[in-house]
């Protein structure tokens, strides 16, 4: 694993000659180039995210993994921001030239592979090389209680009917269940992989944006998810889950009908800033409500690794959900714009929003409502 982060981090730098040779290289060769290094760090991260995550989630009590996944999501949402906003500065800091985007992108890579590097280095220092079981810590009261209360919540949704739970793991993954209800992993990726790519479009080609403004709103974007994030998992102490997944798919949905482009007051296009609202909407609810499904199917998987509704197998497929819609989800947004227009767009997202919402519905009411008490 700990070559994984090594290997990362040199094959970010890779691409640091491949900009250098952009002026020299033709287009097509440069390209080329950089998908297949960009590949080759995606296929290393699945190599050693997979396994990684399951043994983090297989080695915490059960009563910890929903707490557990919605902190990953925010560390998530804080680590996104990384990309646009260094690229942003970057532009910032080299304004004029021919070769700005030569020279941005060399900048750009070298310090995402310096915090590659920098991550290697913390996870030789901080990843324990053995999961022996270790004191528990000293809880208060508070903590205490809450720790009940999770640990029989998790209980419940351990007690529930095998092919129910079955349903409940599907319904965090793909549309697979014999089932109507489920699918959400697929329809959020693919959703939120489309917003980042099409938000950047429509500000440059309808608003004519800079792309060092784009990346500071994209930033933006992606802090406030995490705020948002930070915000919820305070608000869990206070709501239950059933209540904050509900709510949060509806505002989803309303947030989606805000890419629509009803037009200015001199017949251009609306706000752009209602554009940016849409995204802040649907990206942050849509990212929290992947914490809260992946929290559920980790506490419903089944025990053992030959189901196929295992956390060892859960985790293969998630990840498999989230990346190739992920990788799907940029191209299509930009055809469907380019042939159809933005309102096409809006009404692919809505549909998305409203799908994903079947699976959210299912797992809050299966798993996080009040009737889940009568199986303890």
């Known amino acids: 694993m700990l070559c994984c982060f090594g290997a990362e981090a040199v094959l970010t730098w890779l691409m640091v000659p491949v900009?250098?040779?952009?002026?020299?290289?033709?287009?097509?060769?440069?390209?080329?180039a950089l998908v297949f290094l960009r590949?080759?760090?995606?296929?290393?991260?699945?190599l050693y995210g997979v396994p990684l995550s399951t043994c983090v989630y297989d080695s915490s009590p059960l009563e910890d993994r929903s707490q557990l996944s919605i902190k990953f999501y925010l560390c998530l949402s804080i680590g996104v921001c990384v990309g646009p906003f260094v690229s942003s500065i970057m532009l910032t800091l080299h304004q004029g030239g021919a070769h700005d985007s030569c020279y941005t992108g060399r900048q750009s890579i070298s310090v995402l592979g310096f915090v590659w590097a920098v991550v290697a280095v913390l996870a030789t220092t901080f990843l324990p090389y053995d999961l022996e079981d270790k004191k528990p810590l000293v809880e208060t009261p508070e903590e205490a209680a809450e720790s009940a209360q999770a640990l029989s919540l998790a209980q419940a949704v351990q007690r529930i009917p095998t092919?129910?739970?079955?349903?409940?793991?599907?319904?965090?993954?793909?549309?697979?269940?014999?089932?109507?209800?489920?699918?959400?992993?697929?329809e959020r990726s693919f959703s939120i992989g489309a917003i980042e790519v099409a938000t950047a479009?429509?500000?440059?080609?309808?608003?004519?944006?800079t792309p060092e403004q784009i990346g500071y709103v994209l930033t933006g974007i992606f802090l406030i998810t995490a705020f948002v994030g930070a915000f919820i998992w305070l608000l869990r102490k206070q709501v239950s889950d059933f209540v904050l997944m509900m709510g949060m798919a509806m505002i989803s949905i309303s947030g989606a009908v805000l890419f629509v482009d009803f037009g200015g007051s001199t017949g251009g296009h609306s706000s752009p800033w209602l554009l940016m609202l849409a995204d802040v909407t649907v990206y942050s609810c849509m990212f929290q409500l992947t914490a809260f499904m992946e929290g559920i199917a980790t506490e419903a998987a089944l025990p053992g690794s030959t189901s196929y509704c295992s956390l060892e197998n859960y985790v293969v497929m998630r990840n498999l959900a989230i990346q190739i819609p992920r990788a799907l989800g940029p191209p299509v947004a930009r055809a469907l714009i380019d042939s159809c227009g933005r309102n096409t767009y809006a009404v692919l997202q809505l549909c998305l929003s409203s799908?994903?919402?079947?699976?959210?519905w299912f797992a809050a009411k299966t798993a996080r409502s009040d009737a889940v008490s009568k199986h303890l």
């Open 163 to 186: 092919r129910v739970r079955e349903a409940l793991v599907w319904a965090a993954v793909l549309p697979l269940s014999s089932q109507w209800r489920g699918r959400f992993s697929a």
């Open 19 to 32: 900009f250098e040779a952009c002026n020299h290289w033709s287009n097509h060769t440069v390209l080329y």
């Open 39 to 46: 590949a080759m760090t995606g296929g290393v991260l699945m």
């Open 201 to 209: 479009l429509l500000l440059e080609v309808e608003y004519s944006w």
């Open 355 to 360: 799908v994903a919402i079947s699976g959210v």
